[in-house]
């Protein structure tokens, strides 16, 4: 059973960074795929970066382009999420996931879940 714990979330001011860190154990990471998810009060949860197994290929939405960077370490099991000039719309909780279908820029394909870290961004 492959187990995801998110780290990193906060209360920060709008224009203020954070970095977010996903360790996975029980699994091989290298053979997952990897997203960032978010899901503010009352909405649903929605796609937010994802990078590949083979060649660390990455998609974003639009809203975080050029803000955000997602990148992953396999020697440390580990993916991360660099968040900069951060808005009051980026608050929620956001969850690491991982798949292993090779559709990996599919939102729907993702089936493994982290507990999620709230990252609040304040105006």
């Known amino acids: 059973q492959v187990q995801l714990v998110e780290s990193g979330g906060g209360l920060v001011q709008a224009g203020d960074s954070l970095r977010l860190s996903c360790a996975a154990s029980?699994?091989?990471?290298?053979?997952?795929?990897m997203a960032w998810f978010r899901q503010a009060p009352g909405k649903e949860r929605e796609f937010v970066a994802a990078i590949s197994w083979g060649d660390d290929s990455t998609d974003y939405i639009d809203s975080v382009k050029g803000r955000c960077t997602i990148s992953r370490d396999n020697s440390k099991n580990t993916v991360y999420h660099q968040m900069n000039s951060l808005k009051p719309e980026d608050t929620g909780v956001y969850y690491c996931?991982?798949?292993?279908?090779?559709?990996?820029?599919?939102?729907?394909?993702?089936?493994?879940w982290g507990q999620g870290t709230q990252v609040t961004v304040s105006s």
């Open positions: 029980g699994g091989i990471f290298s053979d997952l795929s």
């Open positions: 996931a991982g798949t292993t279908s090779t559709a990996w820029d599919l939102p729907s394909k993702y089936n493994v």
